[in-house]
């Protein structure tokens, strides 16, 4: 079997990303108010997994120092975390909880002592339910209160914080929680779910807008999920178009303010004439212009699949799907346990995008994984989990983002989902994605294969891929 060597840009960053809700636990300790996740969990515990919810997530909060030099055995010389908002400032606006200062203090110097870089997270899903109760996303208040947040956090972390990112995947809050009921407050209206993602918008911008006013030696971006649309059929001039109208609202709608700090016309003339224009400000578009990011984290697991809309639909309320249907690939490749499609050269086509449409901006993969249910089958003798499948998903996905590098693409590292299995939203810890597997039982760790497969990659900064996983389009 011929094998290839690709061998990546010096200091590039090898690691994986968590975040604070899914990894911490201690929910409710040490002053931390509820999230939506905490109070919709105990509303509707059927919602999760099993039944498990997110009060005691794979123990960070208690274990981090271990956890730390465990990454460091794993070769992470990079690791991106988030900070909770329901820690920091329970309230949601005033005063920081100085237990939580300490924490996060404690935790990001644990990091730095391991000489691993921490990328910190502002945001993760996890609206403290204070802030839902004030109207969450619709609220300017919120909006707000978000802003003093961030710059609590880069004035209490931001001489240690070099990379900081505003927002998680700021589109599926929207999708989740005002479209398609798989997150709390559980709506189905576009007209909300516009106004949603347009006041995330501006909360990214104002907070790049105080980053700045600090003149902090660091750098701020946004993590945005850009699942690329394809369209069923390439000829098809309505599946071209439906596919580029779903490209607008779920990837544009960040990727273009973030950027280029202008919404994409087409999607404002969409809106307009739909009558769902968000309520906005002038002065607002001048935050959103003048405070683009200085780089992109993109989290990629599964393309979207779109063709133009088979039969009217009707929606008692406006919804973005009167303009395109998904579509199942026959054929494609699935990952079975999360039902995703996996399709590696996606993230070549992500990297082209960005270099050819978006100014070559630097970024980087923030999150790629694949989440497998029943991990226990696959345990060796020693105890250790032997996860051939993981290490040949991330093989395939690096040989394509390698190809991209060599054609000039402005990408900087390269993070996986995940560290040590978490806490999974609503599949709680149903698929696991860990290098280092936890047991739910006694909490202790073991690195699984692929840990020992990211070590070899970060210290030699090198992949080495069978011939039969290569790019097959050059
Ligand atoms: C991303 C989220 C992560 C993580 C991951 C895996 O969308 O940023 O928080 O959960 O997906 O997906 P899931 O947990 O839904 O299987």
Not at 34 to 56: L, S
Request: glycine content about 8%; overall charge negative.
């Amino acid at each position: 079997m011929t094998k290839k060597f690709y061998q990546f840009p010096e200091g590039f960053w090898w690691g994986s990303a968590t975040s604070g809700p899914q990894s911490e636990g201690a929910a409710l300790e040490d002053g931390k108010s509820a999230t939506i996740w905490d109070y919709w969990y105990e509303k509707e515990p059927e919602r999760f997994f099993d039944q498990v919810g997110p009060k005691d997530t794979s123990t960070f909060y208690k274990n981090y120092k271990d956890d730390i030099k465990l990454l460091k055995e794993v070769g992470h010389n990079s690791f991106r975390t988030s900070i909770q908002w329901a820690r920091l400032i329970p309230d949601g606006t005033g005063e920081p909880n100085p237990k939580a200062v300490e924490f996060y203090n404690n935790m990001i110097d644990a990091v730095l002592a391991e000489g691993i870089e921490p990328f910190i997270n502002l945001f993760h899903f996890d609206m403290p339910m204070c802030m839902q109760e004030k109207g969450g996303w619709e609220s300017r208040e919120v909006v707000d209160a978000y802003v003093h947040f961030a710059k609590t956090c880069f004035e209490l972390f931001g001489d240690r914080i070099k990379h900081w990112t505003t927002f998680n995947e700021p589109i599926v809050p929207v999708e989740g929680g005002y479209l398609y009921d798989f997150h709390y407050p559980n709506v189905r209206d576009g007209k909300r779910a516009a106004q949603v993602a347009y006041n995330t918008m501006l909360s990214s911008a104002k907070a790049i807008a105080e980053y700045r006013k600090m003149n902090l030696d660091g750098e701020i971006g946004i993590i945005l999920n850009l699942t690329p649309s394809y369209p069923r059929d390439e000829k098809d001039e309505e599946d071209v178009k439906a596919a580029r109208i779903r490209d607008l609202f779920f990837n544009r709608s960040f990727l273009d303010p973030s950027v280029k700090g202008y919404y994409p016309e087409e999607l404002i003339d969409i809106l307009k004439k739909d009558g769902v224009l968000p309520y906005y400000e002038e002065e607002d578009l001048d935050v959103i212009k003048n405070n683009t990011i200085d780089f992109l984290g993109v989290n990629y697991y599964q393309p979207v699949r779109i063709k133009k809309k088979e039969k009217e639909e009707s929606f008692d309320v406006w919804m973005p799907d009167k303009y395109f249907d998904n579509y199942q690939m026959p054929g494609a490749k699935m990952n079975p346990y999360r039902g995703w499609e996996i399709f590696p050269k996606a993230i070549y086509d992500i990297a082209k995008n960005v270099q050819d449409n978006y100014g070559n901006i630097k970024w980087f993969i923030s999150e790629n994984g694949m989440g497998v249910e029943g991990e226990e089958r696959f345990r060796k003798e020693d105890g250790s989990i032997e996860d051939d499948y993981r290490i040949e998903f991330y093989d395939e996905h690096l040989a394509n983002l390698h190809k991209a590098i060599e054609e000039g693409s402005n990408c900087f590292g390269y993070h996986a989902w995940t560290a040590m299995d978490c806490w999974s939203w609503n599949n709680a810890y149903k698929n696991r994605y860990g290098f280092i597997g936890v047991d739910l039982g006694d909490q202790s760790r073991k690195i699984k294969k692929s840990g020992h497969w990211l070590k070899q990659v970060s210290d030699t900064n090198t992949v080495v891929v069978d011939d039969k996983l290569m790019p097959d389009y050059e």
